[in-house]
């Protein structure tokens, strides 16, 4: 019997490490995003400094782990088999929610995630000793007023972020502006100085202060004197920021890394408990029950011993440190999923990763005729100092940043600052939602959100905090039905969801990832390059790239629409259909990308080059709408059975599928090499085959009213409806080719 817990046990111990890769790899972005994006330092070197972090912060973390063993169940009144049912059902949801929503893309955090499948899987087990017990109630069973606490907390801490970053980072940029090297000559020291002293206070007074490695003469003395050592702090810190930057350092630069360190080691300090807490309160559980000397079953031996405070190993805390830190470096997922909250935050338009909802135009509206209504309000001179305190075409960025140093240093101090104090205060903030609300609020305040953006940028907030809303409720749930399945399916149910748990992990971790594209790359490159030469050059590349792409996707399409209707195959017709489908969305994106490259572009050959711009986007739109209707006709006619095409309709389409592909690839090529000598002659066969074209249309419809009978009635229309299209593809891809030429080219 107690060889299954023994197992369980170190099935727990593995899915530590499994969580430590992974939610370090989803969650690196915390701390990660402000440096990067601002490019204050090499990748390597911003790494370096968030690893010091990492490790300090999981050596410091033993606090933490309460949350785990007493923080949402009170122990005393469950049993060891209780407890470590509840663990497992943890561990176990925990891997498949998390699985889930990464599958589908949507946003997630692994605090909500693991205090909610707590409190799920208690919940239920709760709820099943009450059933059995009726003097129980749940107020002995849970504790409430400590998880209500928490769920309070993490909640509480999306709105406190966002109001802090809109007001922290407008009083900010208010003192240095967007040019802020002319602007930093005094203020910088106090800047520097106020960073520095509540960093030292919230990190090193407070966390190391109160840490159980400090001796406890030293922790007394610590905290006795903090204000004096916040004056002393503040004061020697500002001199010390004056004198660097008058040597030429950048003290922004310098803050940032510092925050980087900062934040990394805020993280590991309150995030370890969701990657191992539960796994070493299960190990503790499974220790204290082999040595016991009185023999108790272990559905009658209480967990009393979990109500003390976690006395984690220091051994255990750096090797979780140290996969952090590897997880960092080696992670592909960690160097990629930067890309959305730095998207999201950046100080230029781009490529919106959102689309437009109801909500957040209704929020965009509201917002901006408040501010309409207070900018009345406020004296007209007034309004103007502030306006041009925020004038950001004298922005300061550095090669390919998305934001200044200014911004990257008050996320990062102000983000270290709000998760430091719940870790002080053993309450788990989820570092992902701090974060990314004080980014959101930061960018916000920084007007990054233009009339153009805003939409889109509050549509991507909306759909982030909507994620971790559902992540509560699924986490909640899940881990509540699991912990009644194990509880009443015993060790069979208990292995199949461990072995279902290794099947999903071995699956995604064979898979295939999929990186950016250069295409990305590229108009990232554009948006942030003040060399319109250099800009024009690479439009003029993602215009051809995309309009070559799109006649390459017509040939495929085309290719697979009349091979499914020849060989009477409805699956590729599903397939053929679900790519159009899904290319509408594709192309929709380019489109948006080029029209604001466009935008940057000089006046004069924007304006000459607008006109063909629009005719080979829409061209390439036309291409999806005529593969769309030549398709739903053949899916309809091959998905009910009908008629298959006749061998002599084949025969005579042969020639017409030949010269169509034949054209379309010339097309190709020419726009994808931008050499257009033989345009001429492409343009001119493709309108003589069109002319073709019709006369084999108008045979047909004579065909038809000659035939005697219907019996191929459908089948002729089909066909007619294929002719039809087949010509108008031809008319489309002259239409694309004149366009890719006048705007490549000029007039």
Sequence with gaps: MLTIYLCIVIFLLCLAIFDLFVGVSNDAVNFLQSAVGAKVAT????????????????????????????????????????????????MVTDVIVLDIFNTLGMPTSTTVSLVFELLGATFMVATIKMIGDDSLAFSELLNTEKALQVIIAIFVSVAIAFVFGVVVQYITRVVFTFNYKKHSRYTIAIFGGIAFTALA?????????NSPYIPEDAQSWINGHIGTLLIYTFIGSAIVMQLMH?????????????????????????????FIGVPLAGLDSYQTYMAQSSGAAPTSF?????????????????LAGLIMIVAMATSKKAHRVIKT????????????????????????????????????????????????????????????????????????????????????????????????????????????????????????VISVIGGWFITAGVAFVASALVGLLMFYGGIVIQAAFMGLVVYRLFRNNTGKSVGDTDKDDSFRLMMRTQDSVILWDLLSKHVSRTQSYMANFAIEQYKMIIEGFVTDKPSLLRHAARDLHNEKTILLKYRRQELLALRKAPMDIAIERNTWFHVGINASQQYIYVLRRMLDPIKEHVDNNFTP????????YQPIYRKVIDLISQTEKTIATGRFENYRQVLDEAEQFETELSSIRKQHIDRIQMAEGNETFQLSLVYLNLLQESEQLLTNMRHQLRAAKKFMEGQ
């Design 43 to 90: 990748f390597r070197t911003i790494l370096i400094v968030a690893s010091c972090g990492v490790i300090l912060g999981a050596v410091m973390s033993s606090g933490m782990m309460d949350v785990a063993r007493h923080g949402i169940m009170n122990p005393a009144q469950y049993s060891f088999h209780e407890v470590m049912v509840i663990f497992l059902a943890v």
């Design 201 to 209: 206070y919230f990190i090193f007074m407070k966390g190391v202060g």
């Design 246 to 274: 008058l040597v030429g350092v950048n003290i922004f630069k310098f803050v940032v890394l510092m925050g980087t360190f900062a934040l990394a080691m805020a993280f590991a300090g309150n995030d370890l408990v969701n």
């Design 302 to 318: 209480l967990m009393t011993s979990l109500i003390e405070s976690a006395k984690t190993p220091p051994f255990y805390l750096l």
């Design 341 to 460: 909250s730095v998207d999201l935050s950046r100080q230029d338009e781009g490529d919106e990763m959102f689309g437009s909802s109801a909500a957040a135009r209704s929020i965009v509206r509201f917002t901006q005729n408040s501010n309409t209504y207070v900018s009345n309000i406020i004296p007209e001179r007034v309004h103007g100092w502030l306006d041009n305190r925020f004038n950001q075409r004298s922005v300061t960025l550095d090669h390919g940043a998305a934001f200044d140093v200014v911004r990257a240093a008050v996320n990062l101090v102000l983000a270290s600052l709000l998760i430091t104090i719940g870790t002080n205060y053993k309450l788990p903030l989820s570092t992902t939602y701090v974060t990314f609300m004080v980014a959101m609020g930061s960018s916000l305040a920084d007007r990054a959100w233009s009339r153009e953006s805003a939409v889109f940028r509050v549509t991507g």
């Design 645 to 652: 095409i006749t061998p002599e309709l084949v025969e005579e």
